[in-house]
């Protein structure tokens, strides 16, 4: 297992509040790590690497769906069980276990921070120039930041053979049956969510941002600079700002904005 990517644990002696972290695919709780220093030392926090991350790219052939949300729903359990408070941080795929999460067990769930929401998928050229050059090993430059920012939340180890990639075409396949489902309990949703969608998303296609808008549980911004892996400063502080106030809030304000 590449040791850049792993589990991210704490539970401090009387902590009420826990914080769950969900990634995508392809990435590790690592891809939160701006957002950790915000959260107070009082509180949990759980960041799983879900099975078939940070390794190899068998790994993750070997590894599937049903697995990962046993693992989320396991996770979630352990939480609910200690802390009656709980706020979820996710991105991309880790979103559709949120939402899975928030239509089943609204009681628990304090509030979410959703980020890159994949209910329809769409892939870019840009995208896929990069998703092959990354997989190859190619490391992009600093100055190229939304190919940087995919390489940095790549948690598989590179291979340069084609055979092992398409491997993984059940993975997506299923990614794109759970896309469907967590579509149709969409409108069951209602634990406050705050939503950011990056206009120029390579993989998440903008078909998603009328269902998110129909939500009245959802709080959403769109970031006009912004890609699937990489934001600005400025779109970074926006999200911190959200992600601050959700923290020492109950989490109950609602609305919308796009």
Not at 40 to 68: C, F, K, N, R
Not at 76 to 94: D, E, N, T, V
Not at 137 to 153: I, T
């Amino acid at each position: 297992m590449n040791g850049r990517y792993h589990h991210i644990f704490r539970e401090p002696e009387h902590a009420d509040t826990a914080v769950l972290l969900l990634h995508g695919i392809l990435s590790a709780p690592q891809y939160f790590r701006f957002l950790l220093d915000d959260i107070p030392q009082e509180y949990a926090v759980s960041g799983i690497l879900l099975e078939g991350h940070g390794g190899s790219t068998a790994s993750l052939a070997e590894t599937d769906m049903q697995s990962w949300r046993r693992q989320v729903q396991a996770q979630f359990a352990h939480l609910s069980a200690k802390y009656p408070h709980i706020i979820i941080a996710a991105h991309s795929m880790g979103t559709l276990f949120a939402l899975k999460l928030a239509a089943e067990h609204p009681q628990q769930i304090r509030s979410m921070l959703l980020l890159g929401v994949p209910l329809y998928a769409h892939l870019t050229a840009y995208g896929a120039f990069w998703g092959a050059m990354i997989g190859a090993g190619l490391k992009p430059e600093p100055q190229e930041p939304r190919a940087f920012a995919m390489r940095e939340s790549f948690s598989i180890r590179p291979d340069r053979r084609i055979l092992p990639y398409l491997c993984w075409l059940p993975r997506y396949q299923e990614l794109f049956c759970e896309m469907r489902r967590v579509r149709g309990i969409l409108p069951r949703v209602t634990v406050p969510c705050t939503v950011f969608q990056s206009a120029k998303d390579e993989l998440v296609s903008l078909r998603t941002l009328p269902l998110l808008h129909a939500d009245p549980a959802v709080r959403l911004h769109v970031l006009r600079a912004s890609s699937h892996f990489y934001y600005p400063p400025a779109d970074e502080a926006r999200i911190l700002r959200a992600w601050r106030k959700m923290l020492r809030t109950n989490g109950s304000n609602q609305g919308k904005q796009l």
